[in-house]
């Protein structure tokens, strides 16, 4: 059973558009939502984290949105640009110790 | 800079050959992990371990042991080789919540890239 479910599996977006993926999970002990990005021939690594505390979280272009209620989260990528194609995994950990990762999206962005 | 470097980036082995995979981090991490990448799949969770000489089943153990003799080393161990163990196998390594300045990073190696014939 996938702990962490996640929409769309592939993504295209025209320069400066928004991407946006969505994650959905079950499990209310889960007390740390990632999203890692990877390119190909690379591991992932870390883009953005949120707890469930907080309803947003922003570093530069990349946004992550948290509805505790509807257990879902998203991750907003404003004026996505060519260099944002890669795979991208939301996750859900319980403390640090077990890590639930979504079956990742591949996102295009077309110049 | 700290890194989980997996040894091996490009595997070919035969059906019914013994592999490992090594998985090496620098960072004093207590809990480290093998996934396993399939395109549809997302991540998978082969074996992980809390601590030396310990190891817990993931998701989908069957074909796949571990050891871990050491803290910063964990390894991947395919007793004998099978065409669906083809795959991208990816090593990652954490600290627990409840020690040591904890940001929940989970920390990936690069990926070894193994085919099975």
């Known amino acids: 059973q996938q702990q962490v479910k996640q929409s769309p599996q592939s993504l295209i977006v025209q320069k400066g558009g928004i991407s946006i993926i969505n994650c959905a999970y079950e499990?209310?002990?889960?007390?740390?939502f990632p999203w890692y990005q990877q390119f190909p021939g690379k591991g992932p690594a870390l883009l953005i984290a949120?707890?469930?505390?907080?309803s947003e979280k922003k570093e530069g272009r990349f946004t992550i949105s948290f509805n505790k209620s509807a257990k879902q989260f998203s991750l907003h990528i404003m004026d996505s640009q060519p260099g944002d194609s890669a795979t991208y995994f939301c996750?859900?950990?319980?403390?640090?110790?077990?890590?639930?990762f979504g079956t990742g999206t591949s996102l295009t962005v077309i110049p | 800079d700290v890194k989980v470097t997996q040894s091996s980036r490009y595997l070919v082995k035969r059906t019914g050959e013994k592999v490992f995979l090594e998985c090496v981090q620098d960072?004093?991490?207590?809990?480290m992990f093998w996934y396993r990448q399939d395109p549809g799949l997302g991540l998978r969770l082969i074996y992980f371990?809390?601590?030396?000489?310990?190891?817990e089943k993931g998701d989908i153990p069957e074909g796949y042991s571990v050891s871990r003799e050491k803290k910063e080393r964990f390894s991947l161990i395919l007793e004998s080789a099978s065409t669906n163990q083809t795959s991208m196998y990816l090593c990652?390594?954490?600290?627990?919540?409840?020690?040591?300045?904890?940001?929940?990073?989970?920390?990936f190696g690069e990926g070894s890239r193994l085919t099975v014939l």
């Open positions: 990652a390594s954490t600290s627990p919540a409840t020690s040591g300045p904890n940001t929940g990073e989970l920390f």
């Open positions: 499990n209310t002990a889960f007390d740390y």
């Open positions: 949120i707890r469930p505390d907080v």
């Open positions: 996750a859900a950990s319980i403390f640090g110790n077990q890590f639930y």
């Open positions: 960072m004093d991490h207590e809990n």
């Open positions: 371990s809390y601590d030396v000489k310990m190891k």
